[in-house]
C-alpha cells in the first residue's frame, strides 16, 4: 500500500522544521552574545580589581619603608599605614580564594608578617636594609612574593580569557553548523516539493494547453500527495466532460448549420454573407439566380464580385461599426439579355459582447417595382400638371363669383360657399404636393446649396408657428445646444420640412400642449428634432408614417404626402430621416443632415 501525504501536511512539517532549527540557532546565538558579554565584563572588573589592589599594596609598602627607614617618623601613623596594609591583604586574600587560587597573597601576607617581626628585633642602627642583612631578605621576600602574586592573579584573568575565546569559538561553530542545518533542511525540502509537486504541476501545465488546442486525449500524472491526486482527478472529470462537450457541440454546431443552410434556402431574397475581411463568404439559391452566379465568386471581394467597387467602401464601414449615410441606389445587372434592378442593405453581424464576425447583404430584386413606381410617377407628373391648370382657372372664377354675391354672414349660402372655397384650396394644396413628390421621386428636383444657420432656421419656423400654437394655447419650447455649426442646403426646401413637421405636430398635440423644437450636434452631422404629446403613433403604423398617402388617426389633413415630402428633401440633402413614438405620450420625428 502506497501511503499518500497531504500538502498542507508536508509543508507544515517541512517549514516547522525551519522554523524550529532557525529558532534554536537564535536562541543559542542570543545566550552566546549574552554570556559572552557578561565574561568580558567580569574580565574588565577583575582586571581593574588587580591593578588596583598591587598598586595600593606598593604604594602603602613604600610608604611604610620611609616611615621604618626615619627614625623620627611618627610611629603611631605607621601603625595606622600597617592597618591599611593588612586590610588591603584581606582584600586581596579574598579576592583569591573568590579567584580560586590557593597560593598568591596568603603567602604575601606570611612574607609580611616575618618582616615586621625581623623588623621589631632589629635594634637602632641594625634596622636599616643595607647593614641588616636579615631584614633586607625579609624585605625582598615580601616585595617579590607581592609582585608573584599580582601576576598569579593576572595569570589566572588571562587563562580565563583564553577559555572565553575558546568557548567563543565553539559557539562560533555551532551556529555554522545550525546555518549550515538549516540551508540542508531548506534545499532537501525545496528539492522536495518540486521534485513531488513541480512535476505534476508541469504535467497538469502541458495537459492544459493540449486540451485549449483542441486534444482532450491527454495524460495525467500521479502524486504522493493527496491534493494534487484530487487535482488530477478533477482536471481529468473536466477534460472527460469537455471531451464529451464537444462531441455534443460537434453534432449540433453541424444540426444547427444544416438548418441555417434550410432557411437561408427557403428565403425569398438573395442572401449574400460577407467575413470580417469582407469576403464574399457564401450566397443562396435565390441571389444564384438573381446575379447568374455560381461559386466560383466565393472568396472575393463583394465590390469585385458584383462589379460595383463603391461596394468595398460601405463593407468597410458596415464592418468598422458604423451606418450608412443615405438609401443605397439599386445594383444594375444585366442577367439573359434583360437588365434588372436589385435593391439592397447592409447589417452588421455581431456577438452578444459587441464584436462585428461580418455582414449580410439582402437583394431583392425591384426591377417591375421600379417600372411600375417610373410609371406612376410619370402619370401623377403629367395628370398634376393637367389638373393644376383647370383648377386654377375655377379657383380664380370661383373667387370672382364670391366677390359678386352677397348672403348674410350667418346664412346656409355663405357656410356652403366658405366650404367650397376651402376644399378648393385643399385640392390646389394636394396638386402642388402631387407635382412636388413627382418631382423629387424623379428626380427632376434640384437644390440650390447656400450656407444655412440651423438657429436662423429654427427661429423662423418658430415664428411662423405662432399664431397656429395661439388659438390652442400650445406652448413651444426652442432648445439649441450650442454651438450649432453652418451647412450647405435649400434653404427653401428646408423650410417646407419644419413646416411640415410643425403643422403635423400642432395637428396631434391637445390643447395646452407642449412642442418641443430641439437641436444639436452629433459628430459631423447636426440633429433636428420636433417632439408633441399628442397621442403618439401605434407601433405597427411607425413603418409605414412615411410612406406616401398614408395617414395616421383621424385627425384632418392633407392626402398623406407630408412626411413622404420631408423624407425626399432630407435624404436629396444626404441625410436621413425617422420617428421615436411611445402611444398615448408623445411623437418625436427627427432628421440628421451632414455638415
Known amino acids: 500500500m502506497r501511503w499518500t501525504t497531504k500538502l498542507r501536511t508536508r509543508l507544515f512539517l517541512s517549514i516547522s522544521a525551519l522554523i524550529t532549527v532557525a529558532l534554536l540557532g537564535l536562541v543559542l546565538g542570543l545566550v552566546s552574545i549574552v554570556e559572552m558579554a557578561g565574561t568580558q565584563e567580569r574580565l574588565i572588573h577583575n582586571n581593574f580589581i588587580i591593578l588596583d589592589l598591587g598598586l595600593k599594596l606598593r604604594q602603602n609598602l613604600g610608604d611604610q619603608l620611609m616611615m621604618m627607614l626615619n627614625s623620627t617618623s611618627d610611629q603611631a601613623a605607621l601603625k595606622a599605614t600597617q592597618v591599611v596594609f593588612q586590610q588591603l591583604l584581606a582584600e586581596s586574600i579574598a579576592y583569591d580564594l573568590n579567584m580560586g587560587l590557593d597560593e598568591g597573597y596568603t603567602q604575601t601576607n606570611a612574607n609580611y608578617q616575618l618582616f615586621l617581626q625581623t623588623y621589631e628585633n632589629a635594634q637602632g642602627s641594625d634596622r636599616s636594609l643595607s647593614e641588616n642583612l636579615q631584614l633586607h631578605e625579609a ?31 565553539l559557539i562560533c561553530g555551532l551556529l555554522s553548523l545550525v546555518g549550515l542545518a538549516i540551508l540542508v533542511i531548506g534545499f532537501v525540502t525545496a528539492h522536495g516539493i518540486a521534485r513531488r509537486f513541480g512535476q505534476p504541476i508541469e504535467a497538469l501545465a502541458e495537459a492544459a494547453d493540449n486540451i485549449g488546442q483542441g486534444n482532450f486525449d491527454v495524460t495525467l500524472p500521479v502524486s504522493s500527495s493527496v491534493e494534487m491526486n484530487q487535482l488530477t482527478q478533477r482536471f481529468g472529470s473536466m477534460a472527460q466532460a469537455l471531451r464529451e462537450h464537444q462531441a455534443t457541440n460537434v453534432s449540433e454546431l453541424l444540426a444547427g448549420q444544416q438548418r441555417l443552410q434550410a432557411v437561408l434556402d427557403s428565403i425569398d431574397d438573395g442572401l449574400l454573407l460577407i467575413d470580417r475581411q469582407g469576403r464574399l463568404e457564401h450566397l443562396n439559391p435565390v441571389a444564384q439566380r438573381q446575379l447568374g452566379w455560381e461559386d466560383e465568386h466565393l472568396g472575393m471581394g463583394l465590390g469585385e464580385a458584383l462589379q460595383h467597387p463603391e461596394l468595398n467602401d460601405q463593407v468597410r464601414l458596415i464592418l468598422q461599426g458604423g451606418m450608412l449615410e443615405r438609401a443605397p441606389e439599386d445594383l444594375s445587372f444585366t442577367i439573359d439579355a434583360e437588365l434588372r434592378l436589385l435593391a439592397y442593405s447592409l447589417t452588421p453581424v455581431s456577438q452578444a459582447q459587441g464584436d462585428i464576425l461580418g455582414a449580410v447583404m439582402v437583394l431583392h430584386d425591384v426591377t417591375e417595382q421600379r417600372a411600375f413606381e417610373r410609371v406612376r410617377s410619370e402619370f401623377v407628373l403629367r395628370a398634376s400638371h393637367e389638373l393644376r391648370t383647370p383648377v386654377t382657372g375655377m379657383h380664380m372664377a370661383f373667387g370672382l363669383l364670391r366677390e359678386r354675391l352677397k348672403f348674410p354672414a350667418e346664412s346656409r349660402e355663405a357656410s356652403l360657399i366658405d366650404t367650397v372655397d376651402e376644399e378648393m384650396q385643399r385640392l390646389m394644396q394636394l396638386i402642388d404636393d402631387l407635382l412636388n413628390f413627382s418631382r423629387y421621386q424623379s428626380g427632376l428636383q434640384k437644390l440650390t446649396l447656400a450656407p444655412c444657420g440651423i438657429k436662423d432656421l429654427l427661429t423662423r419656423a418658430e415664428q411662423r408657428l405662432y399664431a397656429a400654437i395661439d388659438d390652442k394655447h400650445i406652448e413651444l419650447l426652442l432648445e439649441l445646444e450650442e454651438p450649432l455649426p453652418h451647412i450647405q442646403a435649400d434653404l427653401a426646401q428646408l423650410d417646407r420640412v419644419m413646416d411640415n413637421l410643425l403643422d403635423n405636430a400642432v395637428r396631434h398635440t391637445p390643447e395646452s400642449g407642449r412642442i418641443r423644437l430641439h437641436a444639436r450636434r452629433h459628430t459631423d452631422r447636426v440633429i433636428i428634432s420636433v417632439e408633441d404629446n399628442g397621442e403618439g403613433i401605434p407601433y405597427g403604423q411607425q413603418g409605414r408614417i412615411f410612406e406616401p398617402f398614408v395617414q395616421v388617426g383621424n385627425k384632418k389633413g392633407g392626402a398623406g404626402l407630408g412626411l413622404a415630402l420631408c423624407k425626399e428633401i432630407v435624404q436629396l440633402h444626404g441625410g436621413r430621416m425617422g420617428v421615436y413614438s411611445r402611444p398615448g405620450q408623445s411623437t418625436r420625428f427627427y432628421f440628421a443632415l451632414p455638415i
Open 139 to 169: 624585605f625582598n621576600s615580601l616585595r617579590t612574593g607581592l609582585i608573584t602574586a599580582q601576576k598569579s592573579a593576572l595569570a589566572s584573568i588571562d587563562e580565563m580569557q583564553n577559555h572565553t575565546r575558546e568557548r567563543t569559538l
